[in-house]
């Protein structure tokens, strides 16, 4: 489970608009140079979430513990293979995003929410009016300080790269 909201964090951060490249008023877009470079593919972000699972796939073996038919193990034996797949996919996460807690105060203290923190809290309860306000810290939240994406070097017009490609032995 915690695999996968993880897994669904990184999407929606990759997805988000507030992780888009703005564009320069003051930089005039000329399309007729002929040193500008050619325009992104169309499916280039989601080639880049794909780059995403490949790296989480080669150091933790995430798509092949999700894809595979787990009710057939043992609980033990699915503990066993889940810190592996933690172990590889914290590395690769690490790699990819530095992430910080949004309050640095621990669990259960009380803090204070500024009327303006919109986006960096989730008010639950008896919320009324727009606060500032005052409650239990339950989850201190994470944010991503820096982003280092594996960049796809060469998408085909129309086929997005594969996680990982057939492995195949030749004796």
């Not at 999407?11 to 399309?31: F, H, I, M, Q």
């Not at 807690?101 to 923190?117: F, L, Q, T």
Request: aromatic content about 4%; proline content about 8%.
């Amino acid at each position: 489970m915690a695999l996968a909201l993880a897994l669904w964090l990184v999407l929606k951060a990759l997805t988000a608009p507030d992780y888009l490249p703005s564009v320069e008023a003051s930089e005039p877009v000329r399309a007729a140079e002929s040193s500008a470079a050619p325009p992104a593919p169309k499916n280039a972000a989601e080639a880049e979430v794909i780059a995403v699972l490949s790296a989480l796939q080669n150091k933790g073996r995430l798509v092949d513990f999700l894809m595979d038919d787990i009710s057939k193990y043992s609980d033990a034996q699915v503990g066993a293979a889940a810190r592996v797949v933690h172990q590889g996919c914290k590395g690769a996460f690490g790699e990819m995003f530095t992430v910080e807690p949004v309050v640095k105060a621990a669990e259960g203290s009380k803090i204070d929410v500024p009327p303006n923190g919109g986006e960096l809290y989730r008010l639950s309860g008896s919320v009324s009016g727009e606060g500032p306000h005052s409650g239990v810290l339950v989850h201190k939240g994470w944010r991503v300080s820096n982003v280092n994406l594996p960049r796809v070097l060469k998408v085909e017009e129309g086929k997005l790269p594969p996680i990982a490609p057939a492995q195949v032995e030749i004796k």
